[in-house]
T-cell receptor, first 112, second 117 residues
């Protein structure tokens, strides 16, 4: 069955450092991979989408890589700030039906 | 960006009663809406996909007679939890999408916390 694993449940880093979150998947050939941010008690907010034929995508302090050979995506936040503290979810989608399958998320805490 | 609202944000009900949750896209027409359920520190579990004017497509293991979904217009979808029981207590989140492909952005609502006593 399809499985998505996000590297760790929690990640703590110091302000200013780069946070790196991992999303691994098995038994899946996604056409697209998305990253979302979710704050406690709130719905997820879309951050970035990367297609299977794209290696890397950037948006401001965010960078996402997608390695279909390793079946892995890395999500980087550079110059991290306490306001970046949240749970980050990766989601995979195929080309049909348009449904996304979500990972359990990694809770990032950036300490000042 | 696009805004999706949910109402109510929080509801407490007695076991055996039915609860209706509304999901509205405020500034765009949502061809497709999704309903998710989320347990603490867990992933979003897709319950069903609804397209305006047609019956919802439920995921395996989701009882369609218990979780009634109606997508009567391009801006409104409702989820009714019928004869709710304590095990139905959860965080329910909807999302709305303007297009029909997986690259079209899903905009999520703020969620509804349901507690069944």
């Amino acid at each position: 069955s399809q499985k998505i694993e996000q590297n760790s449940e929690a990640l703590n880093i110091q302000e200013g450092k780069t946070a790196t979150l991992t999303c691994n998947y098995t038994n899946y050939s996604p056409a697209y991979l998305q990253w979302y941010r979710q704050d406690p008690g709130r719905g997820p907010v879309f951050l970035l989408l990367i297609r299977e034929n794209e290696k890397e995508k950037r948006k401001e302090r965010l960078k996402v890589t997608f390695d279909t050979t390793l079946k892995q995506s890395l999500f980087h936040i550079t110059a991290s700030q306490p306001a970046d503290s949240a749970t980050y979810l990766c989601a995979l989608a195929g080309t049909n039906a348009g449904k996304s399958t979500f990972g359990d998320g990694t809770t990032l805490t950036v300490k000042p | 960006g696009a805004v999706v609202s949910q109402h109510p944000s929080r509801v407490i009900c007695k076991s055996g009663t039915s609860v209706k949750i509304e999901c509205r896209s405020l500034d765009f027409q949502a061809t497709t809406m999704f309903w998710y359920r989320q347990f603490p520190k867990k992933s979003l579990m897709l319950m069903a996909t609804s397209n305006e004017g047609s019956k919802a497509t439920y995921e395996q293991g989701v009882e369609k007679d218990k979780f009634l979904i109606n997508h009567a217009s391009l801006t409104l979808s409702t989820l009714t939890v019928t004869s709710a029981h304590p095990e139905d207590s959860s965080f329910y989140i909807c999302s709305a999408r303007e297009g029909t492909t997986s690259t079209d952005t899903q905009y999520f609502g703020p969620g509804t916390r349901l507690t069944v006593l």
